[in-house]
């Protein structure tokens, strides 16, 4: 993985984060006041999982430790979790049903996840890149960037969509803001303090047409037809963040449409990098396998 445009931000391929067998991410450990979604199967006669409730990690019996991923791979699968959920009570869940969210940071945040690559098995440490908060996941299809979306916009994060088109990605980050996160354990660097919804959703589009139904479908929220890759533009997309949002977003993501050029992607990749957000999603099958 390496940064495509700024070399302050890692761009990491979806692939990266999904163990496709599971559906959630794989990885070694999992450290304490960690932000995760507990995933519940759907069913007998359904496919996949679906996401249940937001929890924070108690303790998980293989951090701090050096596993070797190959040879724990049923252990790593089957090891329970202690997790807490928002009202207090406390489970042990299996490893496998757990999704790690990127959040803002949280004190000790040493996230330690594994990628898969045929019988190797690469593991990358963003807390000690200092990277944690810089990233840019890029994705090819527009369930998967929506999922993305929903699963790591946190109740603390202001959101920009870039390309909302009808706004039904939003309305998903909409439905998962709505459940409820438990506070970290410890102090985190910034005070958890969730805002009024309202305040904290941005969708822009270039066709007028997209944003009316928007705005239809989403009453008391904010759409307007801004073009993100002009300088114009982009200074429209400031102002209308700090009267709207309070200051720039903590997350941004980008669908303008799936085949359009990739120079074009990048443009506006650059473009939302100047707003500073800590995490960046991006949907472009162009850009994908560039990564």
Known sequence: MQAIDNAHYTYVPSAKLIDRSVDTPIGSALPPNALVYVFQTRGKKKKGRRPYLKARVISDPAFGKDVAADENEGQDIDRRIEVVYPKGSTY????????PIFEKSVDDPTYIFGTRNGTRRDTWHLAETGLLDKLVLVCTETDAYRRLCMLHVTRSDTFLEIGCDYGICIGAVLKSCAVAEPEPRRERDEPYVPRKVEE??????????SIDIARKSHEGFCFD???????????DIKNLAD??????????AI??????EVEAVQKCIRN???LGPRLIIVKSRNLYPLL
């Open 225 to 235: 037809v801004i073009d993100a890759l002009s300088m114009q533009g982009l200074e």
């Open 243 to 252: 009267k709207t949002l309070g200051g720039p977003p903590t997350v941004v």
């Open 255 to 260: 669908d303008i449409n799936g085949v359009r």
């Open 200 to 209: 904290r959703i941005l969708g822009i589009d270039i066709s007028a047409e």
């Open 92 to 99: 042990r869940v299996r490893r496998d049903e757990l999704y």
């Open 272 to 274: 939302a990098m100047t």
